[in-house]
């Protein structure tokens, strides 16, 4: 059973940034791929950005140009590093994992970004 543990969310300014990590149980160079998203209150889980096992990145949304995703397989971990943060990018952020045909998540970890 995969599991994933995020962490680094918390209270920030609009303008600031923040690095979340996501630690997984096992070798996540196995995964086949490994994501972040994100859930507004009242809104859809959306996707932020995904990183492959060969480090090919894709990014999507508002938060195109403002977030960098990436994994450091020694401590099995996947960073998203965001930057310049507005006041809509308060939600909670998941780490998705994929691998074989299942595909995995986080608790999540809250992201409040204040005015």
């Known amino acids: 059973q995969v599991q994933l543990v995020e962490s680094g969310g918390g209270l920030v300014q609009a303008g600031g940034s923040l690095r979340l990590s996501c630690v997984a149980s096992g070798s996540i160079f196995s995964f086949d791929r490994m994501g972040w998203y994100r859930q507004a209150p009242g809104k859809q889980r959306e996707l932020v950005a995904t990183?492959?096992?060969?480090?090919?990145?894709n990014y999507a949304g508002d938060m195109k140009g403002r977030v960098t995703i990436s994994r450091e397989n020694a401590k099995n971990a996947v960073y998203l590093q965001m930057n310049s943060l507005k006041v809509e990018d308060t939600a909670v952020y998941f780490c998705s994992a994929w691998i074989g045909g299942g595909n995995y998540w986080g608790q999540g970890t809250q992201v409040t970004v204040s005015s």
């Open positions: 990183i492959t096992r060969l480090g090919i990145t």
